[in-house]
């Protein structure tokens, strides 16, 4: 089973930018679907984003227009761009296979002034 490792999180102010990276331990060319999820403190895990092997793309309302996903099957990554963030951003974020029951760290994320 591909281990993912999530980096790229950190601190940033409201209206900034940060770009996040998943990592997998082993080739994800043949995994249809990886996406994003987010949890912030006192609520649920929450999906994020999805991209397919053929590159279609979906995404949560609250994120539309700002976030975008992307995947590198050359390299086993998947990139979340992150764009005009909000306070309401704030979660730890992690990328998994839909449906997939093993989650990694995540990576924190905190928008703020």
């Known amino acids: 089973q591909v281990q993912l490792v999530e980096s790229g999180g950190g601190l940033v102010q409201p209206g900034g930018s940060l770009r996040l990276s998943c990592a997998a331990s082993g080739s994800i060319s043949s995994i249809y679907a990886m996406a994003w999820y987010r949890q912030a403190p006192g609520k649920q895990r929450e999906w994020v984003a999805t991209i397919t092997s053929t590159l279609a793309t979906g995404y949560a309302g609250s994120v539309k227009g700002r976030f975008t996903i992307s995947r590198d099957n050359a390299k086993n990554t998947v990139t979340l761009q992150m764009n005009s963030l909000k306070p309401e951003d704030t979660a730890i974020y992690y990328c998994?296979?839909?449906?997939?029951?093993?989650w990694g760290q995540g990576t924190q994320v905190t928008v703020s002034s």
């Open positions: 998994n296979i839909p449906g997939g029951k093993s």
